[in-house]
């Protein structure tokens, strides 16, 4: 066994950035091991994005075709990386901790008889051993193990989204593109799609905005993100919100920033009303400054920020986000 496999994901517009963000995370084990770094991307898209994906890392990429792959089935993308994997007998296997990545990850260690290393957010190589130590977060975020795998079996990780940073697209890079044909059987896919919904949004996705304006139940109510869309607007951000302000349905919960929602990583989150919750804090604690408005000056979420006003949002946001836009329109 040898090198490690990369489960790619794919969009409209090409590479997914957990990807690009896997990729990068293999390329940082095989920096010690010499592994080749190889990448399985699945379905129509597949060609198109083949040399954008050497371009992020990958020493080879499968372009995995079959009829049953051109609409997203778990149990046929399952069986195709699965064929893949048999064919490269990889030692290990990432896939990034998306709704498709978290499904197919375990069901592929337990088809393999071997662990599999949930929501990782650091991988490095063991010197001695060869094996992968994995670090994830545990007890809600409170706390952070060091996992690694016994034996010399396969070795399946779960990637958080935005723990990585992809590396820079190098258009020098060369590599092998493989067009393969898994042979499925269209037996395996045990569930039918019934209708895809899209759900269409304003600006910058979440989990790519450089700015980021939460806020938390301390604001008390659905009206007061009026005011927080005012500042993401004027900053070019986006808008997140705690677990308890999504559960209050104050707002939907693709805007969910922590453990049970989306990572981010911006240059500024702003915190409005926020406690700062091990698990709300468990998908933001990579931004770069966190800016907190709460009033209570105990709060946990002062023990991360770089800044902090103690106050009323209600008193403290009009003459911030006035000022905010003045230093813009200057």
């Known amino acids: 066994m040898g090198g490690i496999l990369v489960f790619g994901e794919i969009g409209q517009n090409g590479l997914q950035s957990i990807t690009s963000e896997l990729l990068a995370a293999a390329r940082g084990l095989s920096a010690g091991s010499g ?4 990448v399985a991307l699945l379905g129509s898209g597949a060609d198109a994005a083949s040399q954008d994906a050497i371009a992020r890392g990958a020493d080879k990429v499968y372009s995995v075709q079959d009829p049953l792959l051109e609409d997203p089935q778990a149990d046929a993308q399952l069986g195709a990386f699965e064929a893949v994997c048999i064919e490269v007998k ?6 990034g901790r998306t709704p498709v990545g978290r499904d197919l990850g375990p069901r592929l260690a337990f088809r393999h008889g071997v662990g599999v290393a949930q929501d990782c957010i650091e991988m490095t190589t063991d010197s001695a051993t060869g ?4 670090t994830r977060p545990v007890y809600g975020g409170n706390a952070l193990a060091k996992v690694t795998f016994p034996g010399d079996g396969m070795q399946v990780l779960v990637v958080r989204p935005k723990a990585v940073e992809p590396l ?35 600006g910058v996705r ?20 009026e005011m927080l869309h005012e500042l993401a607007r004027i900053l070019g951000g986006a808008v ?21 929602g989306k990572t981010i990583t911006p240059d500024i989150y702003i915190t409005v009303g926020i406690s700062g919750a091990s698990q709300h804090m468990a998908g933001c604690a990579a931004s ?12 946990n979420i002062f023990k991360a920020a770089s800044f902090g006003v103690v106050g009323d949002w209600k008193n403290v946001m009009p003459s911030f986000i006035e000022t905010v836009r003045e230093l813009v329109n200057s």
């Open 35 to 38: 592994d080749e770094v190889t």
């Open 90 to 95: 990889p030692s290990v296997a990432l896939f």
């Open 131 to 134: 094996r992968v130590v994995a």
């Open 168 to 202: 820079g697209a190098d258009s020098s890079r060369t590599g092998e593109v493989v067009t393969f044909n898994p042979g499925l059987d269209p037996s395996i896919v045990r569930a039918r799609l019934v209708q895809t919904v899209r759900q269409e949004s304003e």
């Open 206 to 225: 979440l989990e790519d905005a450089v700015v980021v304006v939460g806020g938390g139940r301390g604001i008390g109510g659905a009206e007061a993100f």
């Open 240 to 260: 997140g919100a705690s677990r308890a302000v999504c559960d209050a349905g104050w707002i939907d919960h693709s805007y969910q920033v922590g453990l049970t």
């Open 288 to 299: 770069k400054n966190i800016v907190a408005i709460n009033r209570d000056a105990d709060a």
